[in-house]
DNA sequence: TTTCCTGTTGCAAAAATTTACAACAAGATA
DNA sequence: TATCTTGTTGTAAATTTTTGCAACAGGAAA
């Protein structure tokens, strides 16, 4: 995923937020780290760098740039949260409970079964991501679940 | 939502565990509570009923009936959780980002969904609860967003 | 470049959640 | 009913996440 930092900063600007050195730390690091980084992993790689970012701020940051669209906030097992770069184009997470590993779904089996469920509901689903949980096939085969 | 004790102190104890006062009330405090009760609601109830009741058993035995399917496990907005009583009949929410309102979905508008996927991607979708997360009617025409 | 307004941060404390461990008690067995 | 095994609980401490508040600093305007 790349983090066209410029782009970004001039998005925050605009909308009247600051672009200051902790949300640019913060925001490189999920960046680098990848597709479900927690809020933990993403403390210890900024705090190694900056060493008074505190911890307060990292959560704060990451919950304020999945505000803006940013991020995108993942659902792991048991209710973990994770986050990652939203993407232009969404993508989706088959959770495995046993396990917690993630299967990708590409946005476009989604698509068609939102847009009905939104007409439906009159309900705007933010398909920026959404987290199914159950079973892979390894876990299945191996517990004789 | 019935809660059937009997049926489920059996299926328990068919499964090697206790039944203990404990679990037994804070399952009935879940079923009396309503649709998406969280840890802290559940604790306020138990504990006037039994004052030596902690807060840690609270949070172990709502994750051990959710991991026995008798609760399932509701996402609400932001990702605080809650918990319901897992019917037979599953059923879904589409979560309000914004003014926190559940919308239910019957579970027979995801279940062809989930099935085709399921096949797909080799599997298994945990059906017991489903969450959406988005913006409903109200909110969308009240913040011009 | 300097000033000013106010959005942000760090700190520390509060609140929420998880965990280790010894004492307890459910319920199977005799 | 008494005994015994082992699953559960309460306590207290650790860990994770949130919050109040004063000091700080981004960046718009002069």
Redesign the interface.
């Known amino acids: 995923m790349t983090c066209n930092t410029a782009e970004i900063n001039r998005q925050l600007r605009k909308s009247g937020y600051r672009v200051t050195p902790q949300r640019q730390l913060i925001l490189e690091a999920v960046c680098q780290l990848g597709e479900h980084v927690t809020p933990e992993t993403v403390y210890d790689h900024v705090h190694r760098i900056a060493p008074t970012l505190s911890r307060a701020t990292v959560y704060r940051v990451l919950?304020f740039l999945t505000e803006q669209r940013i991020l995108a906030?993942v659902?792991m097992a048991?209710?973990r949260?994770a986050y990652e770069m939203s993407g232009p184009e969404p993508h989706h997470h088959?959770v495995?409970?046993t396990c917690d590993s993630l299967?990708e779904?590409p946005h476009s089996?989604l698509q068609s079964?939102?847009r009905a469920?939104e007409t439906?509901?009159?309900?705007?689903?933010?398909v920026s991501h959404?987290s199914?949980?159950?079973?892979?096939?390894d876990c299945?085969s191996s517990d004789g679940a």
């Open positions: 919950h906030m659902l048991e209710g949260l088959l495995c409970r299967l779904l089996v079964f939102l469920m439906q509901y009159d309900f705007e689903i933010d959404v199914f949980f159950g079973h892979c096939a299945r």
